[in-house]
C-alpha cells in the first residue's frame, strides 16, 4: 500500500511537486558526499555547506557557462541545416543512376517528400517551442531558487527529515526494512554511477571529437553522455547525428572513418570496462526486464523514468524477493489434529 501511494502521488501529482522530485534527487547524490567528508572527520554543518556551496558552483557554471555554448552551437547546427539538406538531395538523386538495380527515382522522390514534411512539422514544433520557452522562464527561475534551498534543508536535517516520515509508518515493518536495506545501497550506486557515466563518457567524448576537427563537438559529446541514460537503445539512436554530422563535413573519408572508430571504441569502453566498474555492486537484470522497465517507467513519468527505470526495476524485484519469503502459517499436520480431537 506504501508503494502504491507513493507511484500514485508522483503519477498525480509529479507536475505540481516537480521541484521537491528534484531536490530529493539532488540530495540523495549529494548526501554521500557529505558523509564522506563526516567519516573523514569533518564537522557535519562544515561538510554540509562545502558540499552545498560545490554544488552551487556547479550549477552556475552549468547556467551560464556550459548552456550558452551549447546553445551557440544548436543555433550554428540549425542555420547549417539547409545546406547539409541540399548536399544529402543531391547525394540521393544520384543513387538511381549508381545502383539502378536497387533504387528508383521514384523512391528516391518519395523519401525527399517525407523528409520534407517531417522537417516542416519539427519547424513548426521549434516555433511553438521558442514561445513556451518564454513562458518556461519563470518556471526555471522557480527551479534555480526553490530546488538549491531545498537541497540545503533536506542535506542540514537529514535526520529530522527521516525521523519525521518514519513516525507516520508501521512500527512493525520488516518486510518495508528488508525490501530498503536491499534497494537503499543499490539506488544510491546507481545514481552516483549513472552520473559518473554520464561526465566521463560526455567528457572523453568531447576531447575526441575536438582532437580529431568534428563540427560540434560539445553538443555531440552531451548527446552521447546522456545516451547512457537508456540502456541499449541510447547508443543506437545517438550514433545517428555523429555519422551525418561526420558524414556532411567530410564525405566518406579518412577523417570520417576515424571518427566513427573512435566513437565505437567510447561505446566499447564504457560498456565493457566503465559500466563494469561502475555498477559492480548494482543487481543483475536481464535486459528484456531493462528494456521493459525503461519503456513502461519512461512512458508514465518521461525523463525521470528513464533516469530511473533501472532502481525502480530493482525495487519491483526486491519486493518480489521479499513477498515470496513471507513465512506462510503452517496447518497442523493430520495426526497432530487427531491426538488433539481424542484428548478433547
Do not use: C
Not at 86 to 95: H, P, Y
Not at 271 to 288: D, M, Q, R, Y
Amino acid at each position: 500500500m506504501f508503494l502504491l501511494f507513493g507511484f500514485a502521488s508522483i503519477l498525480i501529482l509529479g507536475d505540481i511537486l516537480n521541484p521537491l522530485f528534484v531536490a530529493i534527487v539532488l540530495a540523495y547524490l549529494l548526501v554521500w558526499l557529505v558523509s564522506s567528508m563526516q567519516a573523514k572527520g569533518a564537522p557535519r554543518l562544515l561538510s554540509v555547506n562545502v558540499v552545498f556551496l560545490s554544488f552551487i558552483a556547479v550549477l552556475m557554471t552549468t547556467v551560464f557557462v556550459l548552456i550558452p555554448l551549447v546553445s551557440s552551437q544548436l543555433l550554428g547546427l540549425v542555420n547549417e541545416l539547409p545546406a547539409m539538406l541540399k548536399q544529402g538531395q543531391e547525394r540521393l538523386l544520384s543513387l538511381p543512376g549508381e545502383y539502378p538495380e536497387f533504387i528508383s527515382e521514384q523512391q528516391v522522390q518519395d523519401v525527399m517528400r517525407a523528409v520534407t514534411t517531417e522537417l516542416g512539422s519539427i519547424g513548426q514544433k521549434a516555433i511553438s517551442f521558442s514561445i513556451d520557452s518564454l513562458i518556461s522562464i519563470v518556471a526555471l527561475a522557480v527551479y534555480l531558487i526553490l530546488v538549491p534551498l531545498l537541497i540545503f534543508f533536506m542535506l542540514k536535517d537529514k535526520t529530522l527529515i527521516l525521523d519525521w516520515a518514519t513516525s507516520w509508518l508501521p512500527k512493525e515493518r520488516n518486510m518495508a526494512n528488508r525490501v530498503w536495506n536491499e534497494v537503499n545501497d543499490q539506488i544510491g550506486n546507481y545514481i552516483r554511477g549513472k552520473v559518473a557515466e554520464i561526465i566521463i563518457v560526455g567528457v572523453v567524448t568531447y576531447i575526441t571529437f575536438s582532437i580529431m576537427g568534428l563540427n560540434y563537438a560539445l553538443l555531440l559529446s552531451i548527446l552521447v553522455g546522456f545516451s547512457v541514460l537508456i540502456p541499449y537503445i541510447g547508443a543506437a539512436v545517438v550514433t545517428i547525428p555523429v555519422v551525418m554530422i561526420a558524414y556532411f563535413q567530410w564525405g566518406i573519408t579518412t577523417d570520417f572513418w576515424t571518427v566513427f572508430v573512435g566513437y565505437l571504441i567510447i561505446q566499447a569502453l564504457d560498456g565493457n570496462l566503465l559500466v563494469p566498474i561502475l555498477f559492480s555492486e548494482a543487481v543483475n537484470l536481464h535486459p528484456v526486464a531493462i528494456i521493459s522497465a525503461v519503456l513502461l517507467f519512461g512512458g508514465i513519468w518521461g525523463f525521470w523514468g528513464v533516469f530511473f527505470a533501472i532502481p525502480l526495476a530493482t525495487l519491483v524485484k526486491a519486493v518480489m524477493s521479499a513477498w515470496q519469503e513471507i513465512p506462510q502459517a503452517e496447518e497442523p499436520a493430520e495426526d497432530e489434529a487427531d491426538q488433539s480431537i481424542s484428548e478433547a
